[in-house]
């Protein structure tokens, strides 16, 4: 069985990261730059869902951040005291640097093109915000909302955005 899941805030607990975003700057990489540089140091959290299934990641994270992420889920789940958990997803698909769209764009272009390429579709989703867990549901994905804090957390007073 496969499973999709989210990094930030779904199984990496992002929330003492969140005030590394710089939300008065208007280059998003240097927006976010500090933020995701330190995913590397998260704990990882909401393990239970990831026992006993191969598993796909897709996140709103940089390409520029794929070797960090790489490392955290080996380090992290290899150190999983959880029976049954799969070390290494079959597959993590990250945001292209250069793109800019928002996240539930992003994400239903890499849940269609997973659904064109797999034999075997994935049985669930899981992500922190619900308009991504209403997108992947519209493909005919089941998904769930699975949350460690407060998705608002990360929440530009500003401009009234979330990454």
Not at 58 to 65: G, N
Not at 116 to 132: C, G
Request: hydrophobic share 40%.
């Amino acid at each position: 069985m496969i499973k999709i899941f989210d990094l930030d805030n779904c199984i990496a607990d992002d929330a003492w990261r969140a005030s590394k975003i710089r939300f008065t700057e208007e280059d998003l990489f240097l927006k976010y730059h500090d933020y995701f540089s330190l995913s590397a140091f998260d704990e990882l959290a909401n393990t239970r869902p990831l026992e006993h299934s191969q598993w796909i990641v897709i996140s709103a994270r940089s390409e520029l951040y794929r070797q960090i992420t790489i490392e955290w889920i080996r380090r992290k789940t290899q150190q999983a005291q959880y029976p049954g958990v799969i070390h290494m997803p079959l597959a993590i698909y990250l945001r292209q640097h250069d793109d800019h769209r928002p996240a539930v764009e992003i994400k239903r272009d890499i849940a269609k093109m997973i659904l064109d390429t797999l034999t075997v579709p994935p049985i669930i989703a899981y992500d922190d915000r619900p308009e991504i867990v209403e997108m992947y549901e519209s493909l005919g994905i089941k998904a769930c909302v699975l949350q460690i804090n407060d998705p608002n957390i990360i929440y530009d007073p500003k401009s009234h955005e979330r990454f």
